[in-house]
């Protein structure tokens, strides 16, 4: 087809020119030779228009070839009327006889104009002859057309009565050619109007399964722009019945609906009402203009067409403004309109070149409604690919994330959205000025946040992404650090799963950030402190062995050094902490560690081994005066005051030493010797420095001592155990009671369980004594549970120590008092540490487990100080942790406190997540127990709600509360 419309392209150039060659200079108005082998040839140039006289015109005719010059005068077809008249001459030149069709078109688009353009209508009313026979009107949709017939070397001058002023066309066709010149628009037509009608149709269903959102539009613009083809094509004029001379009107309508739908479309699809109310109501007075458009094209279809027509070149250049804009902003949907929006500014420009005549070929006009039909699809793939690819799952999803990003506004949570096809990120603005940066600055693609992501973390990053892409399921549930303006980095929890297209291949990642870097610095801190003395920051006593162990294998294997161990234990400690105060004991031991610290060299390991003691691994030097220098010089740096305000305190050490000779000794044998001299050194006095070496008869005969009097103490009941309540702190209401054993010295007055329970250890006196504690305890928890008002869940709790989780007789002894006192295992609990645990974490699983099945309840006591078996956890049957006083107490230290409140919330979610209680130590201030009680913590035990005391006052306490 488009060869057979260039072909009469062509023939039509060549006419024109072969024209230009052929007009006579003397004829009264110029004779159209009328050539052979041209399908077309243009007339328009040797047309003259006459204005008629009532109803009338007299013209001279074109000379024949005899020259003669005749007048006719032509009428009329109607006597009432008064049209305008065309004259032309044409002449056969040839020897045979000519048959040709004269063509007036009803409408051309080419030349048609924009502002009062033609809009067509009937052309030749009448055709008359010089000579020879009136020429009979053909039939024909889309122009006037007449069959006339010139005889060799005839000249005619042919009248036509015009319908309008003017005739703007006339052509001379051959018969056979101007039937395929139909018939070849015939078959381009077809093909547009069915694909014209199809994308209509489909729209329209798209319109009524999707219902909301674009599709009305884009089915309404699809509908004009196939009325207009059914105008244009001259197909409406016949189904109406009046003849395509006729339709002027429903041409201009047809125009003002492509400007409506098309406004419409634009409006609609951009969401302009979503962007500000004021779109809205210019929406709505444009829409009613538009409306008023379409009713005027009925009343004035010139002036109308000429405002469609202004009105799609504006709206082309709104759109421009509008979706260059919006696609700079990043707006999705803007961006996938730009190369539609490019195809119709082209398509603007190429009609209004058409329009004002610049481009007048006979393919122009169909060239302009098939740029329409391209338009109307690429608009409605553009919708439909709004409503498939993103459509359901993702513009859902998105406003899911919109949702979430709006309730997540302050949560800490910050939105992450990869879009995986444009490769762009998106997240939250508030991102964004966490890290110290400008908006905007982490968006954009995945690769330059890859940048900003701690190289450590980066792998992990991009395989966890990969997967989701590639299993198209699944979450990411991982820690990564991204680095801030700064260049320091944040931690943030990601929590991102894919999303799935229609096609079902992942479209995006979307999810969370969760900035959770003072969590994991608190869970450092945690890790920390589980080697570490929280408070001064010391190895404690478990690096300290760790330490020593290693030291002891080398020097054994290697032949090294031969490390000194000191134990150095303040003297009269408790009583300082009395005389001045928890808190000001607390810096007398901080300053301590710096002093003593101070005389060591990097080879050297000082740790606090507990409360008031302090053990050295002194590996730089070897001689044994040397040693003891060193050890004199730590004794000498106590003495010296600590300056209190207006107080000054001096105070003494024992230390006890012993040099390691490579006796296959374990580094607890070792710490002990360390101990036993220290022992010795504070019997005699304290002040002093003794080797475990020179005092061996001495120390044992010490221990012994101490082990007699325990033994004795046994026996007389001089050991007893002390209530500390456990409290609900919401109400204050006792909920149980830990049970602490105090032993009643008869000449050193209460001694603490601190030091009389190692001791007992090593003796193997534990046994007994623990024992003793939870026999008594359980009596006394029975004899309460027999009083009435005790609560259901109250419970009393007992500490065990290191040694008695690995006594062989420990869990028969249980066992046997818990047949013994029916009843009351469920109202008490063990306490252990971690340390105990995990000496031996098989066999601390066994007991757990055992005693667990007697109903007894565990408790995991001192939490976090001892080893770092966080990953364990899960692995003991516990169903409490105690939180230990370091992390409860508030100290002046402001940098502590600033630890101790994510400490306490991360363990206390961890509890929660664990779903085990709770129990904070050592609460000592109203202070500390609204801290705890704001980070939802909730029961606690400490001096603030009672000192250990004995079990009649607990009682009473208990009566007091009701
Ligand atoms: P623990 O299990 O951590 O016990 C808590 C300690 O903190 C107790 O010291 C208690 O008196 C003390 N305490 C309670 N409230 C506060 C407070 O508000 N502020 C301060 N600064 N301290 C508070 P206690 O009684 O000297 O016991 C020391 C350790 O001896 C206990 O530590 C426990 O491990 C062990 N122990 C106590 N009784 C027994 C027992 O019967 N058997 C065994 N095997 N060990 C025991
Ligand atoms: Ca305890
Ligand atoms: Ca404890």
């Excluded at 024209?19 to 006579?24: E, F, I, Q, T």
């Excluded at 739908?261 to 634009?266: G, N, P, R, S």
Aim: proline fraction near 4%.
């Amino acid at each position: 087809m488009r060869t057979t419309l260039s072909r009469l392209l062509i023939t039509i150039a060549v006419m024109v020119v072969t024209l230009a060659g052929m007009v006579s200079q003397a004829a009264a108005f110029e004779v159209i030779a009328v050539p052979e082998g041209i399908n077309a040839l243009n007339l328009a140039a040797g047309v003259d228009i006459l204005e008629g006289e009532d109803g009338r015109v007299q013209l001279s005719t074109a000379p024949g070839d005899d020259g003669i010059i005749r007048r006719i005068e032509v009428v009329a077809v109607d006597p009432e009327a008064d049209p305008n008249f065309a004259a032309f001459a044409l002449r056969n030149e040839g020897d045979a006889q000519i048959e040709r069709l004269l063509v007036a078109p009803f409408f051309r688009l080419p030349g048609s104009g924009v502002f009062l353009p033609d809009l067509g209508g009937a052309r030749v009313n009448a055709l008359t002859p010089s000579q020879g026979l009136r020429p009979a009107r053909v039939p024909d949709r889309e122009a006037d057309v007449f069959e006339i017939v010139l005889d060799p070397g005839a000249t005619v001058t042919l009248v036509a009565e015009l319908a309008g002023d003017d005739l703007p066309e006339l052509y001379l066709w051959e018969p056979d050619a101007y039937r395929d010149y139909v018939n070849s628009f015939t078959l381009f037509r077809g093909t547009v109007l069915g694909i014209s009608s199809l994308a209509a149709v489909f729209l329209t269903i798209m319109f009524v399964v999707k219902g909301r959102g674009v599709f009305p539009a884009t089915a309404a613009l699809a509908w004009a722009v196939l009325a207009y083809l059914l105008v244009d094509f001259g197909i409406l004029g016949q189904l109406l019945g009046t003849g395509n001379q006729a339709v002027q009107t429903w041409r201009a309508a047809a125009e003002a609906g492509l400007a409506i739908t098309l406004f419409a479309f634009l409006f609609i699809y951009l969401n302009l009402h979503r962007w500000h109310i004021r779109f809205t109501h210019l929406a709505l007075g444009l829409s009613a203009i538009f409306l008023a458009l379409l009713g005027y094209a009925f009343i004035d279809p010139v002036i109308a067409a000429g405002i469609a027509r202004t009105s799609l070149a504006l709206i082309g250049l709104l759109g421009l403004f509008l979706i260059a804009l919006l696609s700079i902003r990043g707006y999705d949907r803007a961006i996938l309109l730009v190369p539609t929006w490019v195809i119709y500014l082209a398509w603007l420009a190429y009609a209004w070149m058409v329009v004002t005549g610049q481009v007048s070929n006979d393919v122009a006009q169909s060239a302009v409604a098939g740029g329409l039909v391209l338009i109307v699809m690429l608009l409605g793939f553009t919708a439909i690919q709004h409503a498939f690819s993103d459509g359901q799952v993702s513009i859902g999803a998105l406003s899911e994330v919109e949702r979430r990003a709006l309730a997540l506004t302050g949560s800490g949570d910050f939105v992450f959205d990869w879009n995986i096809d444009r490769d762009r990120v998106n997240v939250s603005d508030e991102l964004a000025t966490r890290l110290g940066e400008r908006k905007g600055a982490l968006r954009g693609a995945i690769k330059r946040w890859l940048d900003r992501i701690h190289p450590e973390d980066r792998d992990r990053f991009r395989t966890a992404l990969d997967t989701l892409v590639e299993l198209k399921r699944g979450k990411v549930n991982s820690d990564i650090r991204v680095a801030g303006f700064d260049g320091n980095y944040r931690t943030f929890k990601m929590r991102v799963k894919p999303v799935l297209g229609s096609d079902s291949q992942v479209i995006r990642i979307v999810g969370t950030l969760h900035d959770v870097t003072d969590e994991r610095a608190a869970r450092e801190r945690l890790l920390h402190d589980a080697v570490h003395d929280s408070l001064t920051g010391l190895p404690n006593r478990q690096l300290l062995l760790d330490r020593l162990e290693r030291a002891l294998m080398r020097s054994r294997e290697f032949d090294e050094v031969k490390p000194a161990v000191f134990l150095i234990d303040i003297d009269k400690f408790t009583d300082i902490d009395e005389r001045i105060g928890h808190m000001a004991a607390d810096s007398v031991v901080l300053g301590i560690s710096r002093r003593l610290s101070r005389l060591l060299r990097p080879l050297d390991t000082l740790a606090r081994v507990s409360g008031d003691q302090f053990a050295v691994i002194l590996l730089s030097e070897q001689s044994a005066s040397q040693i003891a220098e060193v050890a004199e010089q730590l004794r000498k740096a106590l003495r010296t005051p600590f300056n209190f305000g207006d107080r000054d305190l001096s105070l003494t050490a024992s230390i006890g030493i012993t040099i390691y000779d490579n006796r296959p000794v374990s580094a607890e044998d070792v710490l002990r010797d360390a101990e036993l001299a220290m022992h010795y050194a504070k019997r005699h006095g304290g002040d002093r420095i003794e080797a475990f070496r020179a005092a061996t008869r001495s120390i044992a005969v010490y221990a012994q001592a101490m082990e007699d009097d325990l033994e004795q103490a046994l026996d007389n009941g001089d050991l007893q155990l002390l209530y500390q309540p456990i409290v609900d702190m919401h109400n204050e209401a006792v909920v149980g009671a830990e049970a602490l054993m105090r032993w009643n010295h008869p000449e050193r007055g209460p001694v603490s369980p601190s030091a009389f329970i190692p001791l007992a250890e090593r003796t193997g006196q534990i046994e007994k004594l623990g024992r003793l504690a939870f026999e008594q305890a359980a009596e006394q928890t029975r004899t309460w549970m027999n009083e009435p008002g005790l609560g259901e869940r109250f419970f009393v709790s007992v500490n065990l120590s290191a040694g008695q989780l690995t006594s062989e007789s420990l869990l028969a002894d249980i066992r046997g008092l818990m047949r013994e006192y029916r009843g009351v295992a469920r109202h008490m609990k063990l306490e252990v540490t971690e340390s105990q645990i995990m000496s031996n974490p098989e066999h601390a699983v066994y007991m757990l487990k055992a005693f667990k099945e007697l109903g007894l309840g565990l408790a995991l006591d001192d939490f976090g100080t001892g080893y770092s078996s966080l990953a364990y956890l899960h692995r003991f049957p516990f169903d409490t942790l105690k939180l230990p006083s370091a992390f409860v107490q508030i100290h002046d230290d402001a940098s502590m406190s600033h630890t101790q409140v994510p400490i306490i919330s991360s363990v206390v979610a961890l509890a929660r997540d664990l779903d085990i209680g709770l129990i904070a130590e050592g609460v000592e201030t109203a202070e500390e127990a609204e801290r705890l009680k704001s980070l939802n913590c909730r029961y606690a035990q400490g001096y603030i709600y009672g000192a250990p005391m004995p079990a009649d006052e607990l009682r009473r306490k208990l009566n007091g509360k009701g």
